[in-house]
């Protein structure tokens, strides 16, 4: 099973920006679906971005489109999540999962489901 550890997460003002890393180890990162979930205080954990390997088609939750842009860097089992023009709403705990090896998205993307390996989840706080 893959092991994830996410970083870059802190505390930024209302339309900053942030950038979070997740380091990927231990099993078939190229071809294993990534995505980045949130969950805020009393709330359900929420998908943000995912992407898939083949190719690396890239899905968003409304909330963050056209603002969190998900990459993946395969030569250095790496995934992350770029977001701008950050929200107050956007507070969060952010955390990296991935799908077992070969799972691939249905024309709608994935589910969270089809994650089965998870990271410790980084903070990230945006101030009014």
């Known amino acids: 099973q893959v092991q994830l550890v996410e970083s870059g997460g802190g505390l930024v003002q209302a339309g900053g920006s942030l950038r979070l890393s997740c380091a990927a180890s231990?099993?078939?990162?190229?071809?294993?679906?990534m995505g980045w979930f949130r969950q805020a205080p009393g709330k359900e954990r929420d998908v943000v971005a995912t992407?898939?390997?083949?190719?690396?088609?890239?899905y968003y939750g409304d909330s963050v489109k056209g603002r969190f842009t998900i990459s993946r860097d395969n030569a250095k089992n790496m995934v992350y999540l770029q977001m701008n023009s950050l929200k107050p709403e956007d507070t969060a705990v952010y955390s990296c999962a991935a799908t077992r090896p070969g799972v691939l998205p249905d024309t709608t993307g994935y589910t969270r489901t089809d994650f089965t390996s998870w990271g410790q989840g980084t903070q990230v706080t945006v101030s009014s």
């Open positions: 992407i898939s390997w083949k190719p690396a088609r890239t």
């Open positions: 231990g099993g078939a990162f190229s071809i294993s679906g």
